[in-house]
Structure formats: structure tokens, C-alpha cells
């Protein structure tokens, strides 16, 4: 059975930075691209990055580029997102998301995390 499980939310000032991780368990990693994604209290669930299996590929939500890397360690079976330059609009629970390609993870992902929450303080 997969699991994938996100970590490493929090509460930071504006301005800031924090970095996501991603464990996925239960099949091989080097199958899943992975994809972030969040969701804010009142708003639809909204993509933010992805990372193909090399990691030679990477996708980004424009409100995020630049300011957010992702990244993927294969032996560790670990994807992370780090975040920079944080706004208060970033405030969401974050999730984790894993499919075969990058165009499947971004619309349609075979396998959800339960999400960390980060919340932004202006």
C-alpha cells in the first residue's frame, strides 16, 4: 500500500522560508513524479510544483516561481519543496501528491498525502 506523508509545516513571519518533505513508501519511488499542492480555508485545492523521477524536469504554479524550489533526494525516497520569500497568501495546507508523469500528477494524482499546514504571519 502507498503512503505518502508530508512534514515539516509551521508557522513563520513574512518574508521567511520553510522546506517541505515528501516520504513516499510502499513502491518504488523511482516510479512517482511527485507534485506539491495546497489548499487555503475557503479556496479550491491549487498545484504548485512537480518534479519528474530523474528530477531533470520540474513544473511550477506562477504565483510560486521563483521563490519556491522543489527537489528530490531517490535514495531517501523524499521529495522537498523549499519555500522562500513567503506571503501571507501562501497560507494553506500543503499536500503531496504522486502519479507515472508530470501531466498526470498536475491534474489527476494517483496518490494523496494528508497535507502539513504553513501559515504566513504578516
Known amino acids: 500500500q502507498v503512503q505518502v506523508v508530508e512534514s515539516g509545516g509551521g508557522t513563520v513571519q513574512a518574508g521567511g522560508s520553510l522546506k517541505l518533505s515528501c516520504v513516499v513508501s510502499?513502491?518504488?519511488?523511482?516510479?512517482?513524479?511527485i507534485g506539491w499542492f495546497r489548499q487555503a480555508p475557503g479556496k479550491e485545492r491549487e498545484f504548485v510544483a512537480a518534479?519528474?523521477?530523474?528530477?531533470?524536469?520540474?513544473s511550477y504554479a506562477d504565483s510560486v516561481k521563483g521563490r519556491f524550489i522543489i527537489s528530490r533526494d531517490n535514495a531517501k525516497n523524499t521529495v522537498f519543496l523549499q519555500m522562500n520569500s513567503l506571503k501571507p497568501d501562501d497560507t494553506a495546507v500543503y499536500y503531496c501528491?504522486?502519479?507515472?508523469?508530470?501531466?498526470?500528477?498536475?491534474?489527476?494524482?494517483?496518490?494523496w498525502g494528508q497535507g502539513t499546514q504553513v501559515t504566513v504571519s504578516s
Open positions: 518534479i519528474s523521477v530523474s528530477g531533470s524536469t520540474t
Open positions: 510502499g513502491r518504488a519511488f523511482n516510479w512517482f513524479t
Open positions: 501528491a504522486g502519479g507515472p508523469t508530470i501531466a498526470m500528477v498536475t491534474t489527476k494524482p494517483n496518490y
